[in-house]
């Protein structure tokens, strides 16, 4: 999946704290803009609904399990100033997740559950976002696995390698007034 597919998709997605809700066409505001590449992350910003959206993202290093196909594979953060929502930990998986089934995120020393909704998974709340975004910032790798609706179990490594630059450069883009 390109950037800019991505993002359509991203643009669906009006995620409010840490529930998906569903929106509809929302894209308004031009391409992403991207706003830095740091090691095996990027930052990028765009207008929705005339509001300005931040988010990061990167793909696995590592993807592993016995599947067949799988599309592109994501893990993002996501501030939403102009709705109070900020730090939004989702996984797009690249498949549709078993129904009623969680996904482990690890990083370092620390682990935290995801619940699933089609081909993605969020934190329970926003504490639990917070935690992760911590995490990711301090940490150096992080392992997501997950079970797919046909039962394949997946293991997906990343670095964290710029990641916190490329948060701080998310964050500085969503507090900047324009």
């Known amino acids: 999946m390109t950037v800019k597919r991505y993002f359509l998709l991203l643009c669906g ?3 409010l704290g840490a529930a998906p809700v569903f929106a509809g066409p929302a894209y308004a505001g031009g391409e992403p803009k991207l706003l830095a590449t740091e090691g095996k992350w990027s930052a990028y910003s765009f207008i929705e609904n005339k509001k300005k959206v931040c988010y990061i993202l990167s793909q696995p290093e590592k993807a592993e399990g016995k599947y067949g196909s799988r599309s592109e594979i994501y893990a993002l953060i996501t501030n939403r100033p102009a709705d109070g929502s900020k730090n939004v930990f989702s996984y797009i998986a690249g498949y549709p997740y078993k129904p009623g089934s969680d996904v482990t995120v690890k990083i370092d020393g620390s682990s935290f559950t995801l619940f ?6 969020w934190a329970p709340d926003a504490a639990t976002d ?3 975004a911590e995490a990711m910032s301090r940490g150096t ?3 997501v696995t997950g079970v797919s609706a046909r039962g394949t179990e997946t293991l997906d490594t990343y670095s964290l390698e710029g990641s916190s630059a490329a948060h701080r450069a998310m964050t500085a883009e969503c507090e900047a007034k324009n």
Do not use: F, H, S
């Open 13 to 15: 997605l009006a995620v």
């Open 116 to 121: 699933t909704q089609d081909d993605t998974a």
């Open 130 to 132: 917070t935690k992760i």
């Open 141 to 143: 790798t992080m392992v």
